[in-house]
């Protein structure tokens, strides 16, 4: 069964950096794409940033031009790099594998991670 473990999160000073990482294990036969997500407190979560199936990125419009994602598909490791980031910004984090459909019939599926910390205060 595949398990994401994220890591990287903590306090960081309004316009600072933190680079979250997103470690993958448990799928034998599917490729996938790692998503990060956040969820503030009181706030429904929210997409944050992805990497596409054709290897291309997107973003929420919140963050494009301040975080970068990335995946290291030898290392099994996705990561999102927040740059100038802001009070808003403040959320627990989270990633995502996203597989395509066929790997269903092979028992491999998406899931989720357990989350990471990020608190921007000064």
């Known amino acids: 069964q595949a398990q994401l473990t994220e890591s990287g999160g903590g306090s960081v000073q309004p316009g600072g950096s933190l680079r979250l990482s997103c470690l993958v294990s448990g799928y034998e036969y599917c490729s996938y794409n790692v998503s990060w997500y956040r969820q503030a407190p009181g706030k429904e979560r929210e997409f944050v940033a992805g990497?596409?199936?054709?290897?291309?990125?997107r973003y929420a419009d919140s963050v494009k031009g301040r975080f970068t994602v990335s995946q290291d598909f030898f290392k099994n490791i996705g990561y999102l790099e927040m740059t100038s980031v802001t009070p808003e910004d403040t959320a627990m984090y989270y990633c995502?594998?996203?597989?395509?459909?066929?790997?269903?019939?092979?028992?491999?599926?998406?899931?989720w991670g357990q989350g990471t910390q990020v608190t921007v205060s000064s």
């Open positions: 990497v596409n199936a054709d290897d291309s990125t």
């Open positions: 995502k594998t996203d597989l395509p459909d066929i790997c269903v019939s092979l028992g491999e599926l998406g899931t």
